[in-house]
């Protein structure tokens, strides 16, 4: 009876783990097939063994015998078959038999950690138990692989339809590892890396992998601690200006609650002084009115008198009327002739009253008062902020200071020259940077700052000095020297302070599109440089000077050539009957007569012998050059210690190689000439173009005829200087040298 595969079973028992995969088998196959790792049985054994080997001999049996008695207790709750009592007894009775144990606890169900499950199937157990088992062949030494196909026996036995199997997991896979695969950044076994995906990966122990990350992770650690420290730091900083801040909201605050206080106690008194002046103006007013009012009824009450008395005259007897009527004529013109005020003493409206608020302005002006700033700090110099004519210089203050401007100072720094004879420049700037110009190249100035607002000026900060970056170096083309793999590049300077560093930079002349630097030497204390570089190719190259301010600007480019050997000759050992070319590479004798008098002894230029030297590149390696001769020219080339002396004849010492060709009499003397012996050599075919080949690293200097590829001599000297090249003109006339040049292919062989 067959399912399909996934399809878990049941065995009289609870479902099987998930986990589980079944596969149709023949229960009675053979042990290979039922074998489902049989590739890694031996690796297995051998590490089972070694753990084996380790422990006294009853200890592992007995260790065995409990791991065994684990994993039966462990499988059969795993695979549900607590229920399968027969098949319980039988397999657990045996081994309480051997193992002295006369009950054995019944199974219950128990959670274990699948970790320590997966762990548990590398646990070994002994001989005995794989034969009750049935399993022929079972050894210590392959528990783990054994002890699966017991356990596929045991279900099988239980089942007699499915045989299953657990799949290791990728934690079970990883403790077993024993490489690191560094294609696939995981552990893998070593039969992976030999018949299984990872064969053409790379791989590595798992020591040295384990060792790699962990120095990345250290390494890592560092920086992380690096930056913890520098947040830290920061975070300290800014702890202490937030308590800065607080403390100046707390002086500002009490300040302005004071500075209210007293202006709000000036507007009440001013108030108080106003009402009470407009009261006294009130009562003034009143008090005028109401007199006014008082005389007006006075006058009233005299006229309606007067009327009232003209009337009861009116109505008397004309004896009694008049006179009573010129006593009352004369009454009341004395009453009208009485002038009455009618005018208002007392306006009802009040004049606009100004107020005088000097002193609250003053007041509310000491407000907004702020002291005088602190001295500012002027920042130290930012490596590569300079130019060569001008400088950023940056400070900053020590707390929340209103400033409107600074001052910014500076004069140069000359040794010897007193400060106050120095000429000083002001700046006026309101950020707490500026970029001075119109500087000098590779110069040191001066810089001192001050802050202002309306209360005034700040102390002077401490002086600062900073210093301009360098001028170009001039790249001194006629003395670079090269050869296949590397040039020797020579420059001046440019400045008159001396600099820090010059960097080399090399781009390739072939492919000017490309703008990009392909190597830059960096450190070079002085103004020269032997550069390594690749065989027959050309170079631009470009020079800067680097001090504390920055880098200057690039140089003008010079170009070189890695075809050959490429060298000038030194006009300082030239004999003075000899004259060089412009380009440096033709050595002239004039038909002129001999000076009266030698030239005198000189340990740079030659005064016996009529010779010049070249300055050959410092390299120990293969160098080669050719020059061009006449048939009936005495010559004498070859190479010389720099100390050779200058008043003997080439080849006279030993200190130089040389051939020396002579023509007399229709016949051409060749001599190959080292402290003053030559060999016996006849040259049947007079060379114009002389060809010399220089190996260093095998001892040689050797001599061809160039336009017929024939080789004429060859020194074997050991060189423990450095040799120049050397050229001498016994008879007038000329010499014309070829450098830079590629090696002819016969010359590679000597």
């Given at each position: 009876m067959e399912e399909e595969a996934g399809e878990a079973p049941r065995l009289g028992g609870p479902t099987a783990p998930k986990d589980l995969r079944f596969y149709h088998r023949d229960l009675y196959?053979?042990?290979?097939?039922?074998?489902?790792?049989?590739?890694?049985?031996?690796?297995?054994?051998?590490?089972?063994?070694?753990?084996?080997?380790?422990?006294?001999?009853?200890?592992?049996?007995?260790?065995?015998?409990?791991?065994?008695?684990?994993?039966?207790?462990?499988?059969?709750?795993?695979?549900?078959?607590?229920?399968?009592?027969?098949?319980?007894?039988?397999?657990?009775?045996?081994?309480?038999?051997?193992?002295?144990?006369?009950?054995?606890?019944?199974?219950?169900?128990?959670?274990r950690d699948p970790a320590r499950e997966q762990r548990d199937w590398h646990l070994g157990g002994a001989p005995a138990e794989a034969e009750d088992l049935g399993l022929a062949g079972w050894s210590p030494a392959a528990?783990?692989?054994?002890?699966?196909?017991?356990?596929?026996?045991?279900?099988?036995?239980?089942?007699?339809?499915?045989?299953?199997?657990?799949?290791?997991?990728?934690?079970?896979?990883e403790e077993a590892a024993d490489v690191f695969c560094a294609t696939c950044r995981k552990p893998i076994r070593a039969f992976e890396k030999v018949f299984g995906e990872h064969k053409d990966h790379e791989v590595t122990p798992l020591t040295k992998a384990l060792e790699s990350a962990k120095g990345e992770i250290h390494k890592?650690?560092?920086?992380?601690?690096?930056?913890?420290?520098?947040?830290?730091?920061?975070?300290?900083?800014?702890?202490?200006?937030f308590i800065t801040v607080e403390e100046n909201f707390g002086r500002q605050e009490q300040n302005f609650e004071s500075h209210y206080n007293e202006i709000l106690e000036t507007l009440a008194q001013?108030?108080?002084?106003?009402?009470?002046?407009?009261?006294?103006?009130?009562?003034?007013?009143?008090?005028?009115?109401?007199?006014?009012?008082?005389?007006?009824?006075?006058?009233?009450?005299?006229?309606?008198?007067?009327?009232?008395?003209?009337?009861?005259?009116?109505?008397?007897?004309?004896?009694?009327?008049?006179k009573d009527a010129v006593a009352m004529a004369d009454r009341l013109g004395k009453f009208l002739r009485t002038k009455t005020d009618v005018e208002i003493s007392a306006q009802p409206d009040f004049e606009d009253q100004t107020l005088d608020f000097s002193d609250v302005e003053q007041l509310m002006d000491s407000i907004h008062s702020i002291p005088a700033p602190s001295a500012p700090v002027i920042n130290p110099q930012v490596p590569n902020s300079?130019?060569?004519?001008?400088?950023?210089?940056?400070?900053?203050?020590?707390?929340?200071?209103?400033?409107?401007?600074?001052?910014?100072?500076?004069?140069?720094?000359?040794?010897?020259?007193?400060?106050?004879?120095?000429?000083?420049?002001?700046?006026?700037?309101?950020?707490?940077?500026?970029?001075?110009?119109?500087?000098?190249?590779?110069?040191?100035?001066?810089?001192?700052?001050?802050?202002?607002?309306?209360?005034?000026?700040?102390?002077?900060?401490?002086?600062?000095?900073?210093?301009?970056?360098?001028?170009?170096?001039?790249?001194?083309?006629?003395?670079?020297?090269?050869?296949?793999?590397a040039a020797l590049i020579c420059w001046d300077s440019g400045n008159l302070n001396p600099v820090d560093s010059y960097t080399v930079e090399l781009t390739q002349a072939e492919t000017p599109e490309a703008s990009g630097v392909t190597e830059s030497v960096v450190g070079i204390p002085n103004c020269e440089s032997l550069v390594q570089l690749q065989p027959r190719q050309s170079y631009t190259i470009y020079v800067r000077a680097l001090n504390v301010g920055g880098p200057s600007a690039r140089s003008k480019p010079a170009t070189v050539h890695t075809t050959g050997s490429f060298f000038h000759l030194n006009k300082d050992t030239c004999h003075p009957w000899l004259t060089i070319s412009e380009d440096g590479f033709t050595v002239v004798r004039s038909e002129r007569k001999a000076p009266a008098k030698e030239p005198l002894p000189s340990n740079s230029c030659f005064t016996r012998c009529v010779a010049v030297m070249g300055n050959l590149i410092p390299v120990r390696g293969r160098h080669y050059w050719e020059f061009e001769v006449d048939e009936c020219l005495?010559?004498?080339?070859?190479?010389?210690?720099?100390?050779?002396?200058?008043?003997?004849?080439?080849?006279?010492?030993?200190?130089?190689?040389?051939?020396?060709?002579?023509?007399?009499?229709?016949?051409?003397?060749?001599?190959?000439?080292?402290?003053?012996?030559?060999?016996?050599?006849?040259?049947?075919?007079?060379?114009?173009?002389?060809?010399?080949?220089?190996?260093?690293?095998?001892?040689?200097?050797?001599?061809?005829?160039?336009?017929?590829?024939?080789?004429?001599?060859?020194?074997?000297c050991q060189?423990?200087?450095?040799?120049?090249?050397?050229?001498?003109?016994?008879?007038?006339?000329?010499?014309?040298?070829?450098?830079?040049?590629?090696?002819?292919?016969?010359?590679?062989?000597?």
């Open positions: 196959d053979s042990e290979d097939r039922l074998r489902i790792f049989p590739e890694d049985t031996r690796m297995q054994r051998e590490v089972v063994q070694a753990e084996m080997s380790r422990k006294p001999g009853g200890a592992a049996r007995g260790t065995a015998q409990r791991n065994l008695e684990e994993e039966v207790d462990e499988l059969v709750h795993l695979y549900g078959l607590e229920d399968d009592h027969e098949l319980g007894d039988e397999f657990v009775g045996e081994n309480a038999l051997r193992a002295g144990v006369s009950e054995y606890p019944p199974y219950a169900p128990r959670r528990p783990c692989q054994d002890l699966r196909d017991a356990y596929r026996y045991v279900q099988g036995r239980a089942s007699e339809e499915y045989e299953c199997y657990v799949i290791p997991e990728e934690e079970d896979e890592n650690m560092y920086k992380l601690e690096k930056q913890i420290i520098e947040m830290e730091n920061f975070a300290s900083h800014l702890e202490e200006v001013k108030y108080e002084e106003k009402i009470q002046a407009l009261g006294e103006k009130k009562k003034e007013k009143l008090e005028a009115l109401y007199g006014q009012l008082i005389s007006c009824g006075e006058n009233l009450d005299t006229c309606k008198e007067l009327m009232e008395t003209i009337e009861e005259i009116c109505h008397e007897e004309k004896v009694d009327f008049i300079a130019t060569g004519s001008s400088v950023r210089v940056c400070w900053s203050l020590y707390s929340d200071d209103t400033v409107e401007s600074y001052q910014l100072s500076y004069r140069p720094v000359r040794d010897g020259s007193p400060r106050e004879d120095q000429a000083e420049f002001t700046v006026t700037v309101k950020e707490t940077y500026c970029s001075v110009t119109n500087l000098v190249p590779n110069t040191q100035y001066e810089f001192w700052v001050t802050a202002q607002n309306r209360a005034g000026s700040s102390p002077t900060s401490e002086c600062a000095v900073y210093m301009t970056a360098p001028s170009p170096p001039i790249i001194k083309s006629k003395e670079i020297r090269s050869c296949e793999e005495d010559y004498t080339v070859g190479v010389a210690f720099e100390d050779v002396p200058k008043q003997e004849d080439l080849g006279a010492n030993c200190l130089s190689w040389c051939m020396r060709h002579t023509f007399a009499s229709l016949r051409h003397k060749y001599e190959f000439l080292h402290n003053r012996t030559t060999p016996d050599i006849r040259i049947t075919v007079s060379p114009k173009k002389i060809g010399i080949l220089l190996d260093y690293e095998n001892s040689k200097l050797s001599f061809f005829n160039v336009d017929i590829s024939q080789h004429l001599y060859t020194f074997s060189f423990h200087r450095f040799v120049h090249p050397c050229f001498s003109l016994e008879k007038p006339g000329c010499l014309k040298i070829h450098n830079g040049i590629s090696m002819p292919k016969h010359v590679t062989f000597y």
